[in-house]
């Protein structure tokens, strides 16, 4: 790749050249330097190296945004070991599932965490492995001899997850190079600079947390203020204390804070970026993060297999920042295809979304899964429809995610973004059901704002007024407490679809 995209430095290389003095990583009263997190990754190793943990073994971890999580990815790495970490959320069937695919010998977990004995689903899953617990009142002892271990750029790193909304997760695979690519190609994306405070309640076990919680603080010299669960209150509190300036999320956190009776009370103003990401974020949402933080707000586009393909660019037209994902970042590419004779689509034509580029992951952790996803040249296919009319993207739907009612395609996107239009309604998550006439019918699942009330005719005239095809108008309505999410906030529209199906 041009523009000195490869390089030779491993993730453990960047960690050493880190100012020890820095601030990485503050967790509740825990704060910790370089030096500090050297010393207790240096701690972890010695444990690892001691159990067995070999150049190349892949370990699993299931922690939460704990200071300690971050160590023990670092320690990992030391030992030429391939991280594994995996969502607080899954249980025996998951974890089962990828102890398996992995062969991993070593899964660590919380002794306890919000009431859940972490070990008994690694039991429950009947595997064959060795359990560290952490936080179990102890502490990994001083170490007198540190692994030895030479790491190579091109040594596989981490093996991440996908969320798994409607089938087993797949093993995504990326290398030292690719991930060090992504922590500085996001660094200059997003105009970081050293010292700089962000805060970090997407959970670290997914490939956004992984980044900016566990590689930035080493490679971009920012401070990353865990949150192990999120309560907007408590953020809130974060944000005046530490100073926060630049937070990466999904929606519902943004949502979560404005809607908070701290907000108006709260002092934002050193925070300025939001970066939203996720499927389906609504213009209205990006509009009403700016002027509610006073800040740069914008979108952001990538996958558990591309990191970051395009993000909302600073000095750029905030409208653009509002209705698109934002241009190129890097040497990363693009094509629009058409979804079935892959053949190239013009400008503005919206089609499959191929990629490829220096932080693309090298491949899925079973290889068979390879086939499907790559075509020739080595472009991924992300199974996204999107637009690009030669500088910036903008995302349109899934393909697995359009409805298709009497023929006619629905994007669920479309219609979820004009939804948190209407003043009673705060979220808002579209998904098919099935109709013995049409083959689907649109259904609507809303949250509303304060206790108002909505009705489905209410809801539909919005969306006339606002110039929606009456085709594509939701003929169910359901108004629910809360959505089911993935632990990064991913609507998990499966099991929605199921739950409505049910009813």
């Avoid at 997190?37 to 444990?47: M, N, T």
């Avoid at 062969?103 to 690694?122: K, M, N, Q, S, W």
């Avoid at 979108?299 to 000095?315: D, F, I, N, V």
């Avoid at 007024?465 to 594509?472: D, P, Q």
């Amino acid at each position: 790749y041009e523009h000195g995209a490869w390089t030779d430095e491993t993730l453990v290389d960047r960690f050493g050249a880190a100012d020890p003095k820095h601030l990485a990583i503050v967790d509740g009263d825990t704060r910790l330097t370089i030096a500090a997190l050297d010393d207790a990754a240096a701690r972890y190793a010695g444990v690892l190296w001691a159990r067995g943990v070999r150049p190349g073994a892949i370990v699993v971890w299931q922690l939460p945004n704990w200071w300690e999580a971050v160590a023990f990815c670092w320690a990992v790495w030391r030992c030429g070991a391939i991280a594994s970490p995996i969502t607080p959320t899954l249980r025996a069937r998951e974890v089962g599932f990828i102890l398996e695919q992995t062969g991993a010998r070593l899964i660590a977990v919380p002794h306890e965490f919000r009431g859940t004995d972490y070990a008994a689903p690694v039991r429950e899953a009947g595997a064959d492995v060795d359990v560290l617990l952490v936080r179990d009142g102890t502490s990994p002892p001083p170490v007198d001899e540190r692994p030895d271990v030479a790491v190579a750029v091109d040594d596989d790193a981490v093996i991440l997850w996908t969320s798994g909304t409607t089938a087993d997760p797949k093993g995504v695979v990326h290398t030292h190079q690719s991930l060090r690519h992504e922590a500085d190609s996001i660094t200059a994306a997003h105009a970081m600079t050293p010292g700089e405070s962000m805060l970090m309640p997407m959970p670290i076990t997914h490939v956004a947390g992984l980044t900016y919680g566990v590689l930035l603080p080493a490679t971009s010299g920012v401070t990353a203020v865990l949150m192990d669960t999120w309560e907007p209150g408590r953020a809130l509190d974060l944000l005046g204390r530490e100073r926060i300036a630049v937070m990466i999320s999904t929606p519902v956190f943004m949502r979560t804070m404005i809607d908070h009776p701290k907000f108006a009370a709260t002092g934002v103003e050193a925070m300025r970026l939001f970066s939203l990401g996720g499927a389906g974020v609504a213009p209205a949402m990006v509009r009403e993060g700016a002027a509610a933080f006073d800040c740069w707000c914008k979108r952001t586009y990538g996958s558990t297999e591309y990191p970051t393909l395009t993000t909302g660019r600073a000095g750029d037209d905030p409208e653009l920042d509002a209705t698109t994902d934002g241009p190129l970042i890097g040497a990363s590419e693009l094509r629009i295809v058409d979804p079935d004779a892959l053949a190239d689509r013009a400008p503005g034509t919206i089609g499959e979304l191929l990629v490829r580029g220096p932080e693309m992951f090298r491949g899925y952790l079973d290889p068979e899964l390879d086939t499907s996803a790559f075509i020739a040249d080595g472009w991924f296919r992300t199974g996204d429809l999107a637009t690009f009319d030669g500088e910036y993207l903008t995302i349109v739907d899934r393909l697995k995610d359009v409805i298709i009612r009497g023929g006619e395609n629905i994007s669920a996107q479309e219609v979820e973004a004009l939804l948190v239009t209407h003043p009673a309604i705060a979220e808002a998550a579209v998904v098919s059901t099935p109709d013995p006439v049409m083959g689907e019918r649109v259904c609507a699942v809303v949250i509303v704002r304060n206790g108002a009330n909505v009705a489905l005719d209410d809801v539909r005239a919005h969306l006339l007024a606002a110039g929606l095809a009456r085709f594509k108008l939701p003929e169910r309505l359901e108004v629910a407490d809360q959505l089911p999410r993935t632990a990064s906030g991913k609507v998990q529209k499966a099991a929605l679809r199921a739950a409505l199906v049910a009813d």
